[in-house]
């Protein structure tokens, strides 16, 4: 706002300039992105008891970068009125915080759903990936806490460091 008001201009037009040189800087590639998408939700909050997780994305490339990861698995990614805060759901945030786990540990935590509880979800849904019916098969294992189960999960996995997967098999175990 001060900067548009300096400018005389609008803060929408500030906005767009900055996402256009977001775009420009070559030294923003994926890997940058995965790395400040794992710092920025962090310190996403809780919103309606875990139904819900919000943060907020200034940078337009990386605001993008998260879009597209969300809705690549099913997600509905709902920006806010000045379009860098942003609200998921609760398997949403989880998909996106398994999406940036490295394959190997991916593999990992895919792999700790029992097979009975895979084949529960994926009767007559064979259209769905093996993140969708992770997520959902978590869902339907934590019953009525669904909500705030599948939060913590990505919570779990996030303080972790992304770099190991144990604490947050022991929370799918727990909840199987």
Same mark, same amino acid.
């Given at each position: 706002?001060?900067?548009?008001?300096?400018?005389?201009?609008?803060?929408?037009?500030?906005?767009?300039?900055?996402?256009?040189?977001?775009?420009?800087?070559?030294?923003?590639?994926?890997?940058?992105?995965?790395?400040?998408?794992?710092?920025? &939700?962090? +310190?996403?909050?809780?919103? =309606?008891?875990? *139904?819900?997780?919000?943060? /907020?994305?200034?940078? #337009?490339? $990386?605001?993008?970068?998260?879009?597209?990861?969300?809705?690549?698995?099913?997600?509905?990614?709902?920006?806010?009125?000045?379009?860098?805060?942003?609200?998921?759901?609760?398997?949403?945030?989880?998909?996106?915080?398994?999406?940036?786990?490295?394959?190997?540990?991916?593999?990992?935590? &895919?792999? +700790?759903?029992?097979?009975? =509880?895979?084949? *529960?979800?994926?009767?007559? /849904?064979?259209?769905? #990936?093996? $993140?969708?019916?992770?997520?959902?098969?978590?869902?339907?294992?934590?019953?009525?806490?669904?909500?705030?189960?599948?939060?913590?999960?990505?919570?779990?996995?996030?303080?972790?460091?992304?770099?190991?997967?144990?604490?947050?098999?022991?929370?799918?175990?727990?909840?199987?």
């Amino acid at each position: 706002y001060e900067l548009a008001r300096l400018l005389r201009t609008s803060p929408r037009k500030v906005r767009t300039i900055r996402d256009d040189l977001a775009y420009r800087d070559s030294s923003k590639d994926d890997d940058w992105c995965k790395k400040q998408l794992v710092d920025i &939700l962090k +310190s996403a909050e809780r919103v =309606k008891d875990g *139904e819900f997780v919000s943060f /907020q994305i200034d940078d #337009g490339l $990386l605001r993008d970068y998260a879009r597209k990861l969300v809705r690549n698995s099913d997600g509905v990614f709902e920006q806010g009125f000045s379009s860098s805060t942003i609200k998921i759901s609760g398997p949403s945030f989880t998909c996106l915080v398994v999406l940036l786990l490295d394959d190997a540990e991916r593999k990992k935590l &895919l792999a +700790s759903i029992p097979e009975e =509880k895979k084949a *529960e979800v994926q009767t007559g /849904q064979e259209h769905k #990936g093996p $993140l969708k019916i992770f997520v959902e098969s978590f869902a339907k294992a934590a019953g009525q806490q669904a909500g705030k189960k599948i939060v913590d999960l990505g919570f779990t996995i996030l303080s972790g460091g992304l770099s190991d997967v144990s604490g947050a098999v022991e929370v799918i175990k727990e909840s199987f």
